[in-house]
Nanobody, 117 residues
């Protein structure tokens, strides 16, 4: 089992910055990648970014490239999503997901943040 806990949600003004954290515990040695997803009301969940659990390979949704940065702290088993130049359309519930093999088998409960204009 792997447990994921997100934190860092809240309210931020447009153009501001926020950092989300996803702390992993349990059998983390089996993880291949850690990803961030988001879902706004009435919209489908979409991929935001991910990073290899043991490597530094990263991928990003086109609309967040240059604004969001995903990183990992191995000592803390934590993945961060630094979000800069935030826009109202970034408002959503953000969830982290742990990939084992080809599947996202574990999910956090999600953390919501709102970007005000």
């Amino acid at each position: 089992q792997v447990q994921l806990v997100e934190s860092g949600g809240g309210l931020v003004q447009a153009g501001g910055s926020l950092r989300l954290s996803c702390a992993a515990s349990g059998r983390t040695f089996s993880l291949s990648r850690l990803a961030w997803f988001r879902q706004a009301p009435g919209k489908e969940r979409e991929f935001v970014a991910d990073i290899g659990w043991t490597g530094e390979n990263t991928r990003y949704l086109d609309s967040v490239k240059g604004r969001f940065t995903i990183s990992r702290d191995n000592a803390k088993n934590t993945v961060y999503l630094q979000m800069n130049s935030l826009k109202p359309e970034d408002t959503a519930v953000y969830s982290c997901a742990a990939q084992i093999g080809t599947l996202y088998r574990y999910w956090g409960q999600g953390t919501r943040f709102t970007v005000s204009s």
